[in-house]
């Protein structure tokens, strides 16, 4: 077991956790802590010693979790729903718009543009590129310039994985009016940036990175204007109303977001979901946001001083914990390798190394990333 993080994390949180000191993926995958692994042992060793009460008493995970992540997103859990990833509710929006277009930015990621694909080949709503302004970011102007009669939402990221920018979802909002879908793929950012979640019909995201739940672990947020206007075409038995009534009768779609559930969710990962989330709420938002912002400050200051480019945005209000970069003349592969030398593990691209920051992780993991940088001159 490596040492507590009490030297450089965020007290009340970090001690939770017992990564390397030099990860730096969890815009990949962000590893659990102890209290998750604690509960999805003790889900695993009830259900196998079921009796008659188990099943029911190990599902009331699901009721746990969605209300702890309404309670994040600021809603309520009738507008909440668990989801086994951000693809899923990705695929649910799609599929729920039966026509219009959507507008999908340039260099999403694949989850983003693969659900407006399929739901354009099945003839409901069809996808229009959006193009990112001169800086490669999506912005208000940017989405005013593409607005069209036609289009009935807008599909983005409020994180983007490439650079940590985050998308301004008010002024998003503001631009394209109250009746307009704004759906917002949220799983780079939900737990470490305090955004106004409120401001999109749709957020969705997976737990398995910076929530730091694992994999298969989800939710789907939908405000009023998302239930009135998507069909719950991928709603399946426990998406309606009376789900325990086996009558042969197909039942009315469930009144809230329930209604986009296809089937009963493994109540492990709801526990696991449950107890990530409710970490999370034990320290708030804003103080993991502010340790993230200044632990990436340092890192995008140690990687300046080694000489590489930094891709993601230089304003702190414009990004998230995700630092983007390039050293001149050098692969990136020759890069990452020099990292793992010193004990870092960061995400590697074709043509940039992606180094990703959570409140756990220690002010030693800048100098790691420092003489692995240095050691490449």
């Known amino acids: 077991m490596t040492a507590p993080h009490a030297t450089g994390g965020l007290p009340g949180y970090a001690e939770h956790f017992e990564e390397p000191e030099g990860y730096l993926d969890f815009a990949r995958y962000g590893p659990p802590s102890r209290d998750v692994l604690a509960a999805?042992?003790?889900a695993l060793e009830r259900s196998a010693h079921a009796d008659q009460d188990t099943v029911n008493d190990l599902m009331r995970a699901e009721p746990r979790a969605r209300e702890a992540a309404a309670r994040l997103a600021g809603t309520d859990a009738a507008h909440t729903v668990l989801l086994p990833n951000t693809s899923t509710g990705l695929f649910h929006a799609a599929f729920g718009l039966p026509a219009g277009t959507v507008l999908v930015p340039a260099g999403e990621f694949p989850a983003n543009h693969y659900p407006w694909r399929r739901s354009a080949e099945l003839g409901r709503a069809v996808p229009r590129t959006l193009e990112p302004d001169a800086r490669g970011r999506i912005t208000a102007d940017a989405v005013r310039t593409a607005l069209t009669d036609d289009v009935v939402a807008v599909s983005v990221s409020a994180v983007d994985f490439?650079?940590?920018?985050?998308?301004?979802?008010?002024a998003l909002r503001e631009v394209i009016g109250p009746d307009r879908l704004l759906v917002v793929d949220a799983?780079?950012?939900?737990?470490?940036?305090?955004?106004?979640?409120?401001?999109?019909?749709v957020v969705v995201a997976g737990g398995q990175k910076w929530l730091r739940a694992s994999w298969a672990t989800g939710f789907g947020i939908l405000s009023d204007l998302a239930l009135d206007r998507l069909e719950p075409t991928l709603g399946g038995w426990t998406g309606v109303e009376d789900a325990g009534v086996f009558d042969d009768v197909e039942h009315p779609p469930a009144p809230g977001a329930q209604r986009w559930s296809t089937t009963n969710l493994s109540p492990v990962t709801a526990a696991a979901l449950a107890t990530a989330l409710e970490l999370v709420e034990g320290v708030?938002?804003?103080?993991?946001e502010a340790h993230i912002r200044a632990r990436v400050g340092q890192f995008i200051d140690a990687v300046r001083s080694c000489g590489g480019d930094v891709l993601s945005p230089a304003d702190p209000a414009e990004r998230a914990g995700i630092v983007s970069f390039r050293l001149p003349g050098t692969d990136p592969r020759h890069v990452a390798k020099a990292l793992h030398a010193h004990g870092v593990t960061p995400s590697v691209r074709t043509d940039s190394v992606r180094l990703s920051a959570h409140a756990s992780t220690r002010l030693a993991a800048v100098d790691r990333v420092r003489a692995a940088l240095t050691s490449l001159r």
């Open 187 to 201: 799983i780079q950012g939900f737990g470490v940036a305090d955004l106004p979640w409120a401001a999109a019909d």
């Open 40 to 42: 999805t042992a003790e």
């Open 284 to 288: 708030g938002v804003p103080a993991v």
């Open 162 to 170: 490439r650079t940590g920018y985050r998308a301004d979802l008010a």
